[in-house]
């Protein structure tokens, strides 16, 4: 090789694609000629390039006649390591053969076996979700993410059977204390552990083990996974499961929607602001409903409290166990709605809930008020884009509900002040649960 080629071999070789464990670097030997071969095992086609290049390489008689071989594919060449680097990473083999180096388009295409998100649903972004297998994974994250900083280490957790996992990130942007801390707490799983999904390890390595609130995020969307990345941010994947784990994770991440970058600006906030009102919804109208029929109705105009007290007329029983019953029958219809097949599902909830509704009011067990306050909850729940959150507020609901039951409307207040300052003393590997992560880069979402 002649000292430049030389030189920009050692730059591609020192580029930080070369650390990461799906790449792959193989010496062939034959009739004293040698080449080398650089390219990502989770993005090229492995068959193809045995087929194209390592069978010819050998049956070659000269390494000039496979040299001649390579010139009359479709081949490009280049004089600097970045530009290499580059063409890596959208899915090219590179073969170094003497003091020239070729490269080829041997990207592998996976559409086929990849399916649209069905939980993070959008509007007009990406459709496409990840796959339960980790190499489809990182082939999608390679495609959408073409910097040749973003990095994968594989391995296998001490749990029975042992599962294998790859944790992903940019190495120029990367928080390496966050990053420490989630191989630190990778190995230290104990080995009777059995994992079987992303939730069950997201448990596991979140910092605060029996917290409520999530701080760490899983998430099925790749555009996601590749705005967070860009922000420094780790994600972990698990082989069986088409979800990543993406860490640290406050709490405006679980409230925003991938949606809100893909439109208006306005309407993004728009939205945005209408999640926050559906979730302080979701939280006190309940709760606030019983502190104000049964402690304080004089907060109420004349005319809408006589009506409410008129409409829980043929209640026998309290406010709280009114409230607590129609919550409860909503979580009921909420959980068969998911476990019924979708054939049914939604037909038997909706007829369901139609009918409790109707004869539960009919027969003077609840009002017709309460029937539009659970309507206006059961609406709410659901317009959280992310289900850990979503889910932690379903359950935060009922605390409010018991404090309020208790104390009254200013239980409800002091409540609500509780959870915001849990909120400001709660972190997520370090950063602050209430803060706003500044993007470190500008990235393009495809």
């Not at 990543?244 to 709490?251: G, K, L």
């Not at 907060?299 to 009506?307: E, H, I, K, M, P």
Request: glycine share 6%; aromatic share 10%; hydrophobic share 45%.
């Amino acid at each position: 090789m002649s000292q430049l080629d030389q030189d920009t071999i050692q730059e591609l070789l020192d580029s930080p694609i070369t650390r990461s464990s799906d790449f792959v670097r193989k010496e062939l030997h034959h009739n004293g000629a040698a080449i080398v071969l650089l390219y990502l095992r989770s993005i090229c086609d492995d068959a193809k390039i045995q087929q194209d290049i390592v069978l010819p390489f050998y049956r070659a008689d000269h390494i000039g006649s496979f040299q001649d071989y390579l010139r009359s594919l479709d081949s490009q060449k280049s004089s600097k390591g970045s530009s290499l680097s580059e063409r890596i990473i959208k899915g090219e083999a590179l073969v170094l053969s003497g003091d020239e180096v070729f490269s080829f388009a041997i990207k592998k295409t996976v559409q086929e076996t990849v399916g649209p998100a069905d939980v993070e649903i959008s509007v007009v972004g990406p459709k496409q979700a990840f796959s339960e297998e980790m190499d489809i994974n990182i082939n999608i994250l390679r495609s959408r993410y073409t910097e040749p900083s973003l990095t994968f280490e594989r391995g296998k957790l001490e749990s029975y059977p042992k599962t294998e996992y790859s944790i992903v990130y940019d190495r120029k942007v990367v928080d390496h204390a966050v990053l420490d801390k989630i191989k630190k707490d990778l190995e230290q799983l104990r080995r009777k552990l059995v994992v079987q999904a992303a939730g069950q390890l997201a448990r596991r390595i979140s910092n605060v083990k029996h917290t409520l609130f999530p701080t760490v995020m899983i998430t099925e969307r790749p555009d996601r996974v590749v705005l967070n990345l860009s922000q420094g941010k780790v994600a972990v994947f698990v082989h069986g499961t088409p979800f990543a784990i993406v860490a640290p994770a406050v709490f405006y991440d679980f409230m925003s929607a991938m949606d809100d970058l893909y439109t208006h600006y306005w309407t993004g906030h728009f939205l945005l602001v209408l999640r926050y009102i559906g979730l302080f919804l979701n939280l006190t109208l309940a709760s606030f409903y019983v502190g104000l029929t049964s402690y304080n109705p004089e907060f109420l105009r004349v005319q809408l409290a006589l009506s409410i007290a008129g409409s829980r007329a043929p209640v026998p029983y309290p406010s709280y166990i009114e409230v607590v019953f129609m919550l409860l029958m909503m979580e009921l219809l909420t959980e068969a709605s998911i476990r019924l097949p979708r054939t049914i599902g939604s037909t038997a909830t909706t007829v369901g809930g139609l009918i409790l509704g109707t004869a539960a009011t009919e027969a003077g067990l609840v009002s017709n008020i309460m029937i539009i306050i659970v309507a206006c909850v059961a609406i709410s729940n659901f317009v959280l884009p992310i289900n850990e959150m979503m889910f932690a507020m379903r359950v935060m609901k009922y605390v409010f509900l018991l404090i309020t039951t208790l104390f009254g409307v200013m239980g409800l207040v002091i409540a609500f002040i509780g959870l915001l300052v849990h909120f400001t003393r709660k972190e997520s590997y370090g950063r602050p649960y209430l803060r706003l992560f500044k993007e470190n880069r500008k990235v393009l979402i495809r």
